[in-house]
Structures are given as C-alpha cells and as structure tokens.
T-cell receptor
Framework: ETGVTQTPRHLVMGMTNKKSLKCEQH?????MYWYKQSAKKPLELMFV???????ENNSVPSRFSPECPNSSHLFLHLHTLQPEDSALYLC???????????????FGPGTRLTVL | AQTVTQSQPEMSVQEAETVTLSCTYD???????LFWYKQPPSRQMILVIR??????QNATENRFSVNFQKAAKSFSLKISDSQLGDAAMYFC????????????FGTGTRLQVTL
C-alpha cells in the first residue's frame, strides 16, 4: 500500500463516451500529478497541481480535463478520446514544492484505459 | 530540455548474480536529482534509489547501488545478489532542483531474473 489509490483499474470506453479517472492520496501531500504511460515510450507528464493550483499542462489535448478539488483528490475527465489515447494513466503525489527538497513522488497503480 | 536515455530495452540476470542497468542524461544544470524507479508487473511504480547531484558519494540502498559519474552524465544502477522479486521494468528519471518538480523519465529497461 503506497498510499495512492486509483479507480477504476481498468476502463474500456468508446470514442463518444465521457468518463473520469480518480486518484486519491492518503500521504498528506500537497502536489499531485497525472502521467501517461504508453508502450516503449517514456512516461509523459500531463498535468501537475501544487496546493490545488495547476502549475503545468504539458501540451495535453483538451479532451483531457483535470480537476483537483483538494490536495487529496485528483480527477482526469475524459471525453471524445481517440484510440491512440489508450494507455496506462498513472497518478502520483509528493510533498508541496519547497526549494531544496527532493519531493519524492509516490505513484498509484494506474488505470489501464482502452479506447475503442 | 533535459533528456534521459536508457539504451538497454531488456536485460537478464541469474538469481544471486549482479547486474548493471545503464542510464545517461543530458542537462545544462549543475544541481539536480536522479532516481531509479521500479515497476513490477503489478504496475505500482516505486522508488528504488535516488542521488543528489551535489553529493559525490554514490547512493546505496541495501542490494541496490548507483555509479554516478557527473562529468559523463551517467547514472547506472547495480543490483547485487539478484532475486526473483527484482524482475520488473526499471526507469531512470531526472529532476531539476528548485520549485519545479517535473520528472523526466527514460524509456525503461525490462529486467528478467532467471533461476
């Protein structure tokens, strides 16, 4: 148990569906992240929230919409996805950023998304 | 922009033997952090070991140690006395110091452990 949970673990959706991925951390962290993991590619950082404020959007298409209502919860809302969006979506959390700290990231188990 | 390269897509080691996974990176920064993450088949990514660039001493965590060569921008992971539970994908990652917490990952090395 790493303290970061993700639901659902598996999701199959059509291109016209709307779904949401949920991430929850129980570590008292203040920064949360969404990553996309595709086969044979490096993990791609999608979004970063620090103290509930979005601090990074790594040129992610608007069909992915993040939401961070508080420091413990992070959502990724999905709509009109494409088959190439099929991947493992990982959530991570870390302490809020302060200069000089390592801010180790703790990862959740991921959601395996398949877009038909 | 920083890049991280793992040139070994797959590696294999016999149980109880030692294996070294390679990682190189490119940066113009002088202070940064380097990490090795392990992702077993269950997919939960966990931190194995980390190195602060300002520290000359190589980090060690039980059977895991690194060979950090700052001038060569190399950061290899050595696993001693390999165990079946070490089988996983291993990712090398880089992060600048300061307020930005973005991790840049390599493509990973799949490690197989054989009897």
């Amino acid at each position: 148990e790493t303290g970061v949970t993700q639901t659902p673990r598996h999701l199959v959706m059509g291109m016209t569906n709307k779904k949401s991925l949920k991430c929850e951390q129980h570590l008292g962290h203040n920064a949360m992240y969404w990553y996309k993991q595709s086969a044979k590619k490096p993990l791609e950082l999608m979004f970063v929230y620090n103290f509930k404020e979005q601090t990074e959007n790594n040129s992610v298409p608007s069909r992915f919409s993040p939401e961070c209502p508080n420091s413990s919860h992070l959502f990724l809302h999905l709509h009109t996805l494409q088959p190439e969006d099929s991947a493992l979506y990982l959530c991570a959390s870390s302490q809020g950023w302060t200069s000089g700290s390592v801010n180790e990231q703790f990862f959740g188990p991921g959601t395996r998304l398949t877009v038909l | 922009a920083q890049t991280v390269t793992q040139s070994q897509p797959e590696m294999s080691v016999q149980e109880a033997e030692t294996v070294t996974l390679s990682c190189t990176y490119d940066t113009s920064e002088s202070d940064y952090y380097l990490f090795w993450y392990k992702q077993p088949p269950s997919r939960q990514m966990i931190l194995v070991i980390r190195q602060e660039a300002y520290k000359q001493q190589n980090a060690t965590e039980n059977r895991f140690s690194v060979n950090f060569q700052k001038a060569a921008k190399s950061f290899s992971l050595k696993i001693s006395d390999s165990q079946l539970g070490d089988a996983a994908m291993y990712f090398c990652a880089y992060r600048n110091t300061g307020t930005a917490s973005k991790l840049t990952f390599g493509t990973g090395t799949r490690l197989q452990v054989t009897l």
